[in-house]
């Protein structure tokens, strides 16, 4: 099966961020995110899982250069959005790959690229996907594997960074 991407992009300089146990009700993840947006600060992937007993976490990647920002308001923020805690991991990457906007709609593709990090023995922390694209964040100190591995695979250069400035 061919793997319709056409380009990955990688940045290594993201802090995967868990919001423990906030309060799941409509309109939680709005203010959320205005309320990080209000502190000038952007999440780059977000992820939420189904809560249970009236609480969900809610897990987002933002940019380093964000991380102690949020650190100094995350008190604000959970008592805000009735959070239970917070949660950092600052030893994470993301890797985004693009295809065409038959991605979504060709079975099996994901599950050939969840495959190839499978088999360099690379776990995948989180995972979003969109009609033309597959989000992926992994350990820190597997993103060469998973550069060579994605390289080889594709047979595509992988552009670093997102254009952001350091």
Known sequence: MTIPIEEV???RKVVKVVLKGAKDRPGIAAEIFELLASWGINAQLIVAGSGSKG???????VLESDY??????????CSQVDAKGIKYEPKVALFVLYGDKTLSRRP?????????FAQSGINIEMVSASVDAISIVI??????????VLQDTLGLDIIEGFGYED
């Open 9 to 11: 992009w990688l940045n």
């Open 55 to 61: 609480r969900v976490d809610i897990a987002f990647l």
């Open 68 to 77: 102690l920002k949020l650190k100094d308001k995350q008190e604000e923020l």
């Open 108 to 116: 099996g593709i994901a599950a050939k690229i969840f495959d190839i």
């Open 139 to 148: 350990p820190e100190d597997r993103v060469d594997d998973a550069y060579m």
